[in-house]
Each structure stands twice: as C-alpha cells, then as structure tokens.
C-alpha cells in the first residue's frame, strides 16, 4: 500500500519539475530575456566596481571590491530565480488557468512544492553558472583562493530556507489574486535591501540591519564571500551555516502550513476559480 | 456499507454561501467585503454508480458550486458531501483520486503542446507509464481527434478540440465520477454535437457523470436524470421523460424563462463589481 502510494508521489514530482521544464522550453524567448538581464546586472555590478576606483579620490583594492560585488550580484542572480520561480508558481498557475486543474489532484502540497522547488533550484543553478563563466571571462575573477567544497555546502544549506521563504510568499496570490504578485516583488525588494547584496549589512540603519538578522539571504551572502574570497573552511563558517540550518528548520515546515492555511482559505471563500 | 453499495455522490444539508465582491467597507485587510449569496441551498442528492445526471438551470443558479464542492475546490458552510462513502472535506485526498472534472473553459499550459499537457496530468495522476503514448492516441483517435494535434501547442488548436482533448484527459486518468461543467458552452454547432457525442460515448464505460448544462435539449438526450436548478434550489428532479419539455417546466416553477434569469444574473454580477 505504502509502495504505490509512494511511486504515485515520485511520478507527481516528476511531472511537476517536467511541467516547469517544458514551459521553460515553450517560453524559451522569455528566458533568453531574462538570462541576459541577468548577465547586465551582473556585469553592470562588476564596472560600477571599477568605476569607483576611477571616480574615487582614495585608492582601494579594486579586485576585492570587484570580487566581493560580483559574488553578491550572482548570488543575488540565482536566489531571486529560484525565489520567484516558486513564489509566482501559483500566480501562473492562475493566469493559464490551471490552478484548480493541479489542486484537484491526488497529490499532496509538499510533493507539489517541492517538485516546483527542485526544478528552481536546478534552473536556477544553471543559469547563473552562465552568468558566472561569461563573468569570469570578462572581469579575469580570480577564484584560485576559493574553497569550493565551504561554498556548496552553504549553497546547499541555503536552499532549505530559500525554500520556506519562496513557499511563504507563493501563498500571497492565493490570499489576493489580484495583488499578490505585487505583492511578491515588494517582498523579493525588502529581502535584496536587508541582506547584504551589494554592501555589508552593518551600512544598513538599525531597524534594518534588525531586518537582515532574520533574513536567511544575508547569512548565505556571508557564508559564500567567506569561502569564494576568504578561502574559509566549513568549520570556520558554522556561525553562519548556524543560522541557515535553523531557519531552514522553521520557514520550510511554516510555508506548508501557511500554504495548507491560505489553500483553504481560498477554498472557503471561492477565490480558486478567479483569474487575475 | 460496503464500498460497493456506496452511492457515487451523497449529500445531505450542503449549504454555501459567498461573499459578492465590491461594496461595504472590510474591516480588516484580509476579510472578504460585500454582501453575502447563498450558492446552495441546504442539498440532500444521491447519484448512483455508473448514472449519468444533468444540471440544468440559468448562472448562478449554483450548479458550478456543486461540482466544485464535490471535485474538493470549495469547502461548503454546512452540511456534508461523500464521493463513494468519503468525505469531500475531511476525506479529500480518497475523493480525488475518484474524480476528474472538464470545465467550461479548458485547463491547460496553452504554450505547451496537448501531449505535454496530457503527461503532466498523467503524472500526476501517477498512472504515466511506457504506454502512455500508445493509450494517448487511442484515446484521441476514439474521440476523432487527428494524430498530429498531439504535437501542436494548444493555443492553435479550436476551442472544440481543445475541449476534446479536455476530455480526454479525464477519461485517461480513469475517473468513477466525471464532472462536466458545461463542457459544450461556446462551441461551434459541429463541435458541440462531437463533444456531445464523447459524453454519450462515456456512458458505456459506466462512469458516473454529472453534467452541468444550459442546453435543455442536450440533458435530454444524454442524461438519465435531470435536476433543475435556480437560485441554489432544485426545483425540479426527475427522468427527462417525466419532466416533460424543460423550458416549460423551468419557466412555470421560476417564474421566468432560462434566457431572462441568465439576464438577471449578469447583471447582478456587474451590480456587484460596479
């Protein structure tokens, strides 16, 4: 009994991280859009690098300021694909009309989301190991002192909470069909102000850096320049493998019951069948 | 009871009701404002197995709200609903694994072709297997549909052979209980009289389907029992022998003919939007 039940839900997984790869297929005019906004923004980050050596009065190290805008622009690059491939999963399933198709299915959320998550992530990966290698080509990055294995394993950490955090927001369409996505980006633009993208969190006023304390994004941007540029081992990067661990602990567990609660929610008040 | 004797649809007492939108203030961001619609009047029903029933009655007469409540998409205020002896509220997951539903407006990733919507749906499902193609085509080809709309993007295909394919889809996964919900509306004569003739054709695998329709004529020819409804009430319920011409019966029982009632409820609808 346990055993079928169980190669239904993998065939559900498959077909949802297939799902997402054929329309990535069909929208692919889209996607070629968005890969090369992507590269702009990073490429944009990597001149303003130089730019301020040259407008600058004093003299800085204009490697590592490269480096350190860089990691956190491609860092950024791949957190916000996988925040908003999750996040307006259910906003598309709305705007095609198939909403209610998937929800009327034999399958449980968690095997739904996190088929939609795992296609993310993978998507996600890709794309900025693009952005990363054209990167590399044009700015002579020098990664020699990196420590590989520290940056996958915080990666990898990472994506637990970036999860929750992608879930949480999903269920805003569900709440307002008509402004969650707004409401998405609104929340995508606090987390890019207070995490440390493109400047350390301590720049920040008080309430914000109070922000970026509970934001998992600011803990993989440290964990990640700690081992791209400091060539930091895993063990000297606990305090912030710490955190993302814990919140991975917390926001993955509360985006399903949030998600359960808003599923029903809509369900009550009719609000599945609405497009918007 | 065993599974068996199970009715195919049971309800008893289901009541919903909505908030119509626009109009009043919320109190809080997240509350629904407006007035509130009674949906459905508190409903007894029994279908049995293999049965094929049609809705009949003008918008917002409440048929879309049954079938909704019944393919688990809208939680009722009150009362219950069983499909097959399980609950539609705390049995959800045991009732869609028996339901498919075919709305008005097909449900698919138009950008994708009609065979990748179809995996899709077969996976999830979870009754993809190598066959699938094979069983595919079989299905289309029974329904008339040429081998090559399989491949094509299912924004170039018509409205009746996206319907089609609609329905095909719910055959594949093997429904006990079938929702239609105006599967016909919008279609040109010829697709119309097509899809009419897959529901016909649906009858033989004895599935048990509820049919929601305005076309008088065609619960007639296709169902075995009819319900007529307005305003969340069944007026009227029994063999379409028995109820004689429906027009008739729903203008006597209403008041109004269908065509007028579909009126009013429009602009009861823009009422509320305005």
């Known amino acids: ?276 | 009871m065993s599974q068996v004797s199970q009715p195919a649809v049971e309800t008893c007492g289901l009541t919903k009701r909505f908030r119509r939108p626009g109009g009043g203030r919320r109190a809080w961001p997240w509350r629904q404002a407006g007035s509130e619609v009674v949906a459905l009047h508190p409903l007894d029903l029994t279908l049995e197995r293999g049965s094929t029933t049609g809705v009949i009655g003008p918008n917002g007469s409440g048929k879309s709200t049954l079938v909704r409540v019944l393919a688990t998409l809208v939680l009722p205020d009150a009362g219950w609903a069983r499909v097959f002896g399980h609950d539609v509220v705390t049995d959800s997951f045991r009732v869609k694994r028996h339901i498919n539903r075919v709305s008005v407006e097909a449900a698919f990733f138009k950008e994708l072709s009609a065979w990748e919507n179809l995996l899709y749906a077969s996976r999830i499902y979870g009754v993809a297997d190598r066959s699938l193609r094979l069983r595919v085509e079989g299905v289309l080809a029974r329904f008339g549909l040429p081998r090559d709309v399989l491949d094509r993007p299912l924004r170039h295909l018509s409205r009746g052979q996206q319907q089609k394919v609609a329905i095909a889809r719910s055959v594949l996964t093997t429904p006990s209980l079938l929702l239609m919900d105006e599967p016909t509306t919008g279609l040109d004569p010829r697709s119309k009289r097509e899809v009419q003739r897959m529901v016909a054709d649906l009858r033989e695998d004895s599935v048990t389907t509820l049919l929601c329709t305005h076309d008088m004529d065609e619960a007639e020819s296709l169902c075995d029992r009819v319900l007529l409804m307005d305003y969340g009430r069944v007026l009227a319920d029994g063999r379409p022998s028995q109820l004689g011409r429906l027009e008739d019966l729903f203008f006597g029982l209403s008041g109004r003919g269908m065509e007028e009632a579909d009126v009013e409820a429009e602009q009861v609808v823009e009422g509320s939007v305005c």
């Open chain 1, 1 to 276: 009994m346990l055993m079928p039940a169980l190669r239904g839900e993998a065939q559900a997984f498959a077909g949802f991280v297939e799902r997402q790869k054929n329309l990535i297929k069909r929208y692919w005019l889209w996607e070629a859009v968005w890969l090369i906004y992507s590269l702009v923004s990073v490429l944009s980050i990597g001149y303003l690098a130089a730019g301020l050596q040259s407008v600058s009065a004093s003299t800085f190290d204009l490697r590592q300021a490269q480096l350190y805008l860089l990691v956190g622009a491609l860092l950024w690059a791949y957190l916000s694909v996988v925040f908003i491939e999750i996040s307006f999963s259910v906003m598309w399933e709305r705007w095609e009309g198939t909403i209610e198709y998937t929800f009327m299915a034999p399958v449980r959320r968690l095997t739904h989301l996190f088929g939609i998550c795992a296609f993310a992530l993978l998507y996600g990966l890709v794309r900025t190991v693009v952005v990363l290698l054209i990167a590399m080509l044009l700015f002579h990055l020098d990664l020699t002192h990196a420590n590989v294995v520290t940056a996958v394993i915080v990666l990898a950490v990472s994506t637990f909470p970036l999860m929750g955090l992608g879930i949480l927001t999903s269920v805003l369409p569900l709440l307002s069909p008509e402004r969650g996505e707004q409401m998405t980006v609104a929340v995508q633009g606090v987390l890019l102000l207070a995490s440390g993208v493109y400047y350390p969190v301590s720049v920040l006023p008080g309430p914000l850096q109070a922000l970026a304390s509970v934001n998992p994004l600011t803990y993989t941007l440290e964990g990640m320049r700690a081992a791209l540029i400091g060539g930091r081992g895993v063990g000297s990067v606990w305090p912030e493998l710490a955190p993302l661990v814990l919140m991975g602990f917390v926001l993955v567990p509360l985006g399903l019951a949030v998600f359960g609660w808003a599923e029903r929610r809509a369900k009550r008040f009719g609000l599945l069948k609405r497009s918007g």
